[in-house]
């Protein structure tokens, strides 16, 4: 969890440079990576490094196995 905190913060800090809005950024995860996106969505802990809190994050999108298998089915 914590590499995606510290890469959730460099984006946060650098979104602007590059024509983006911080308060937009989701985080979003598949299988093993939707585990950590929820881990930071749930616990502001792993943020608290890099000065952020859980409402530093405008959304989460864990994806899982199932959903890609229904989409590639139909």
């Known amino acids: 969890p914590r590499d995606v905190a510290a890469a959730f913060a460099w984006?946060?800090?650098?979104?602007?440079?590059?024509?983006?809005?911080?308060?937009?950024?989701?985080?979003?995860?598949h299988s093993s990576g939707?585990?950590?996106?929820?881990?930071?969505?749930?616990?502001?802990?792993?943020?608290?490094?890099?000065h952020l809190s859980k409402k530093s994050i405008a959304g989460v999108v864990p994806i899982g196995s199932l959903i890609v298998e229904f989409v590639n089915q139909h």
């Open 11 to 29: 984006v946060k800090k650098n979104i602007g440079t590059r024509g983006g809005d911080e308060s937009r950024v989701f985080l979003v995860g």
């Open 34 to 50: 939707a585990h950590l996106v929820a881990l930071l969505g749930a616990d502001g802990k792993y943020l608290e490094e890099f």
